[in-house]
């Protein structure tokens, strides 16, 4: 019986030494152990967009929130207070701590229940990336492997790099390079060491020790790992005391933290006409021409034109309910839920974007109609058809015929007839080119076109590479249609002096530290500066005494044109100063006519000078006036100033004893 018993006991004792060995060995060759993800880590980055001034307009990103940050970036101080508080002998042991094990089953033992773990930095990493958190044996021996294996396959650095680039920090961060950015506005380098202890104290319970939810939780978890540190004798008591008593400041941001939201689509659309697919995942740094705070003054300016049109529409049916009749159409007809605008504000000489706005308000309609809207221009077309005049030989002195005409052609086999009006149903005779364009004559402008030859006309416009022009005299209206981001870099060819820009939105794109695109300058010569210059007088005329009066802005020179088409359905102001370049479209998302008192002019002109107005606030130093070229020769003429060039000659019959000329160079 004695011996039965001692071989019993030897077999137990011997089962009992070799049992854990057996079955180790048994998960050792029942399962793949692929760990080729830690090892060739390559975790989806979030990619950040800056305007710019370097500052940060948008994160985009699949699911996880994550910036990326190399060993070299993470400062020693990180490294020592992570190891302090979760696993001191990091870089001693091989992915295992035996002894803490040891130790953590006698207090489970004795408390009955699990009340401390043991776990390495490697480990948590293993859990964290290659296997689920249910608590099993299978799972913790797999768990063992894992780490084993990675330890073998990675130095200690590799392992650190990958464990604060991959663990949850709460609040939507993945790494901590994202939690430094979101809670304390901060790169890694800058962080002190209070906010560092908050960081690496909570990968242990994310959610419980999240600074935006439990600040003083958190501060306790914050002053354990401290504790911990001056205990190790890892800092001094002066850095323990002023580390314990300091009380950072936390930021409870959107993870997005989208500041433009148009911006942010269009550099989206933008990447896939490059066939860049992972934008969310590729960790960019999307560096853009955006000014936030001129993006900022863009959408108050739409929002206070767009208060002020309903504002007139109410005062016109309260006048119409008194009267009973219009002159057109009944006020209440007008569908006001349709109304919509957009802007975009160009740098005048490099064609940056400043501000790119869609519509009055994203969160109702995300649709960019400054970008992807197409709509006619009407008479904010006219200066491409008077430039072309003007490089012809014509000055603003020409006469042109202000008379009404019918016009006859053949539709559908069918013969049909086109009477065109001025807007203010009335004609002129003769009228000066520049006072024909100031006060928008469509007649004048119809009879300019006719003068030069439609087939010349077009030839002509080629130069500013303006698509789908009508073949026939509704050119002289702008029936074409364009975005307005499209019309702004038309308007270039005059606000910078004869040399079409095309617009830029993204300067350069990074991508783990490499540049994998810069902007290319585009340029178009359009005509000469003289010629350009010859616009912009009339085109500044417009706005002091024309149809863009409501455009002007006290202490800054402007130049401009209104644009309203038929029935008013679409309202146009497109505008510069000396180096910045506007444009501003108001309408009806459904092409129904907005009042009939609604134009280019007295919608859109007061969203133009909002802008400038809040511009010149923000930077005061902005250049104010135009400069006049060399060749420009200013004459007298009737007592009004009119410009001349050798291309655009003075006209003889003008010039008298009393007028007053002088050539400038």
Same mark, same amino acid.
């Given at each position: 019986?004695?011996?039965?018993?001692?071989?019993?006991?030897?077999?137990?004792?011997?089962?009992?030494?070799?049992?854990?060995?057996?079955?180790?060995?048994?998960?050792?060759?029942?399962?793949?152990?692929?760990?080729?993800?830690?090892?060739?880590?390559?975790?989806?980055?979030?990619?950040?967009?800056?305007?710019?001034?370097?500052?940060?307009?948008?994160?985009?990103?699949?699911?996880?929130?994550?910036?990326?940050?190399?060993?070299?970036?993470?400062?020693?101080?990180?490294?020592?207070?992570?190891?302090?508080?979760?696993?001191? !002998?990091?870089?001693?042991?091989?992915?295992?701590?035996?002894?803490?094990?040891?130790?953590?089953?006698?207090?489970?033992?004795?408390?009955?229940?699990?009340?401390?773990?043991?776990?390495?930095?490697?480990?948590?990493?293993?859990?964290?990336?290659?296997?689920?958190r249910e608590k099993k044996l299978s799972r913790k021996i797999k768990e063992l492997i894992y780490s084993f294996k990675l330890e073998n396959a990675l130095t200690k650095e590799?392992?650190?790099?990958?464990?604060?680039?991959?663990?949850?920090?709460?609040?939507?961060?993945? $790494?901590?390079?994202?939690?430094?950015?979101?809670?304390?506005?901060?790169?890694?380098?800058?962080?002190?060491?209070?906010?560092?202890?908050?960081?690496?104290?909570?990968?242990?319970?994310?959610?419980?020790?999240?600074?935006?939810?439990?600040?003083?939780?958190?501060?306790?978890?914050?002053?354990?790992?401290?504790?911990?540190?001056?205990?190790?004798?890892?800092?001094?008591?002066?850095?323990?005391?002023?580390?314990?008593?300091?009380?950072?400041?936390?930021?409870?941001?959107?993870?997005?933290?989208?500041?433009?939201?148009?911006?942010?689509?269009?550099?989206?659309?933008?990447?896939?006409?490059?066939?860049?697919?992972?934008?969310?995942?590729?960790?960019?740094?999307?560096?853009?021409?955006?000014?936030?705070?001129?993006?900022?003054?863009?959408?108050?300016?739409?929002?206070?034109?767009?208060?002020?049109?309903?504002?007139?529409?109410?005062?016109?049916?309260?006048?119409?309910?008194?009267?009973?009749?219009?002159?057109?159409?009944?006020?209440?007809?007008?569908?006001?839920?349709?109304?919509?605008?957009?802007?975009?504000?160009?740098?005048?000489?490099?064609?940056?974007?400043?501000?790119?706005?869609?519509?009055?308000?994203?969160?109702?309609?995300?649709?960019?109609?400054?970008?992807?809207?197409?709509?006619?221009?009407?008479?904010?077309?006219?200066?491409?058809?008077?430039?072309?005049?003007?490089?012809?030989?014509?000055?603003?002195?020409?006469?042109?015929?202000?008379?009404?005409?019918?016009?006859?052609?053949?539709?559908? $086999?069918?013969?049909?007839?086109?009477?065109?009006?001025?807007?203010?149903?009335?004609?002129?005779?003769?009228?000066?080119?520049?006072?024909?364009?100031?006060?928008?004559?469509?007649?004048? !402008?119809?009879?300019?076109?006719?003068?030069?030859?439609?087939?010349?006309?077009?030839?002509?416009?080629?130069?500013?590479?303006?698509?789908?022009?009508?073949?026939?005299?509704?050119?002289?209206?702008?029936?074409?249609?364009?975005?307005?981001?499209?019309?702004?870099?038309?308007?270039?060819?005059?606000?910078?002096?004869?040399?079409?820009?095309?617009?830029?939105?993204?300067?350069?794109?990074?991508?783990?530290?490499?540049?994998?695109?810069?902007?290319?300058?585009?340029?178009?010569?359009?005509?000469?500066p003289t010629q350009a210059f010859i616009m912009t007088t009339i085109l500044r005329d417009v706005v002091t005494r024309g149809t863009g009066r409501r455009a002007r802005v006290? $202490?800054?020179?402007?130049?401009?044109?209104?644009?309203?088409?038929?029935?008013?359905?679409?309202?146009?102001?497109?505008?510069?100063?000396?180096?910045?370049?506007?444009?501003?479209?108001?309408?009806?998302?459904?092409?129904?006519?907005?009042?009939?008192?609604?134009?280019?002019?007295?919608?859109?002109?007061?969203?133009?000078?909002?802008?400038?107005?809040?511009?010149?606030?923000?930077?005061?130093?902005?250049?104010?006036?135009?400069?006049?070229?060399?060749?420009?020769?200013?004459?007298?003429?009737? $007592?009004?100033?009119?410009?001349?060039?050798?291309?655009?000659?003075?006209?003889?019959?003008?010039?008298?004893?009393?007028?007053?000329?002088?050539?400038?160079?």
């Amino acid at each position: 019986m004695k011996k039965l018993l001692k071989r019993t006991f030897v077999t137990v004792l011997i089962l009992g030494f070799f049992s854990p060995f057996i079955i180790l060995g048994y998960y050792l060759v029942s399962y793949d152990y692929d760990i080729s993800s830690l090892v060739d880590y390559k975790p989806k980055q979030t990619s950040r967009i800056y305007d710019k001034n370097g500052e940060k307009i948008a994160n985009i990103f699949d699911k996880q929130h994550r910036y990326y940050a190399s060993f070299n970036e993470i400062p020693p101080r990180v490294i020592e207070a992570l190891v302090a508080i979760e696993d001191t !002998t990091f870089f001693e042991h091989s992915g295992v701590n035996f002894d803490a094990i040891f130790r953590a089953v006698i207090k489970d033992i004795k408390a009955g229940k699990m009340v401390e773990g043991a776990s390495t930095i490697t480990q948590q990493l293993v859990k964290n990336k290659l296997l689920t958190r249910e608590k099993k044996l299978s799972r913790k021996i797999k768990e063992l492997i894992y780490s084993f294996k990675l330890e073998n396959a990675l130095t200690k650095e590799q392992i650190l790099e990958r464990y604060l680039n991959e663990i949850y920090f709460g609040h939507g961060y993945y $790494g901590i390079k994202t939690a430094a950015d979101g809670y304390f506005h901060k790169k890694l380098s800058d962080l002190t060491l209070k906010e560092i202890a908050i960081l690496v104290g909570l990968p242990k319970a994310p959610s419980t020790y999240a600074p935006t939810k439990n600040y003083d939780i958190s501060m306790g978890r914050a002053n354990r790992v401290i504790t911990r540190m001056h205990t190790l004798g890892w800092i001094d008591d002066a850095t323990y005391q002023k580390a314990l008593g300091e009380n950072p400041v936390v930021y409870n941001d959107t993870l997005t933290q989208n500041r433009a939201p148009f911006v942010v689509d269009e550099v989206a659309r933008r990447f896939r006409n490059m066939g860049i697919d992972d934008l969310k995942t590729g960790g960019y740094e999307i560096y853009t021409t955006i000014d936030l705070k001129l993006q900022d003054i863009g959408r108050k300016s739409l929002q206070y034109a767009y208060d002020k049109a309903l504002g007139r529409i109410q005062k016109y049916k309260e006048k119409e309910a008194q009267k009973k009749e219009d002159e057109s159409f009944k006020v209440q007809d007008v569908n006001v839920s349709q109304l919509n605008g957009a802007l975009v504000s160009l740098d005048s000489k490099t064609g940056d974007i400043l501000a790119l706005l869609g519509s009055v308000d994203y969160k109702k309609s995300s649709y960019n109609r400054a970008t992807q809207g197409r709509r006619q221009p009407g008479s904010a077309f006219k200066p491409f058809i008077y430039q072309v005049a003007i490089d012809l030989g014509y000055s603003g002195a020409t006469k042109l015929v202000d008379i009404a005409q019918t016009y006859a052609y053949e539709k559908n $086999g069918e013969e049909m007839k086109w009477q065109p009006k001025n807007y203010e149903k009335n004609y002129k005779g003769l009228i000066t080119l520049r006072e024909a364009l100031i006060h928008s004559r469509n007649l004048a !402008t119809i009879n300019l076109v006719n003068d030069i030859g439609l087939s010349q006309l077009l030839r002509e416009l080629k130069k500013f590479h303006i698509k789908n022009l009508p073949n026939d005299l509704s050119i002289a209206l702008g029936t074409m249609s364009m975005s307005p981001l499209e019309l702004a870099q038309y308007y270039t060819s005059f606000s910078n002096y004869g040399i079409q820009v095309k617009p830029h939105l993204i300067t350069s794109i990074d991508q783990g530290g490499s540049t994998v695109y810069k902007k290319e300058d585009v340029s178009y010569y359009v005509t000469a500066p003289t010629q350009a210059f010859i616009m912009t007088t009339i085109l500044r005329d417009v706005v002091t005494r024309g149809t863009g009066r409501r455009a002007r802005v006290r $202490g800054i020179e402007i130049a401009g044109k209104t644009g309203t088409t038929n029935n008013n359905i679409d309202a146009w102001f497109a505008g510069y100063s000396p180096t910045v370049e506007t444009v501003v479209w108001f309408g009806n998302d459904d092409n129904t006519p907005m009042y009939h008192k609604e134009t280019g002019g007295r919608v859109s002109g007061p969203a133009f000078a909002y802008y400038f107005r809040n511009l010149l606030k923000l930077y005061p130093q902005i250049k104010r006036k135009f400069d006049m070229p060399e060749g420009i020769i200013e004459v007298k003429i009737n $007592g009004k100033k009119e410009y001349f060039s050798n291309i655009s000659k003075p006209p003889r019959s003008d010039y008298s004893d009393e007028t007053e000329s002088e050539l400038l160079f």
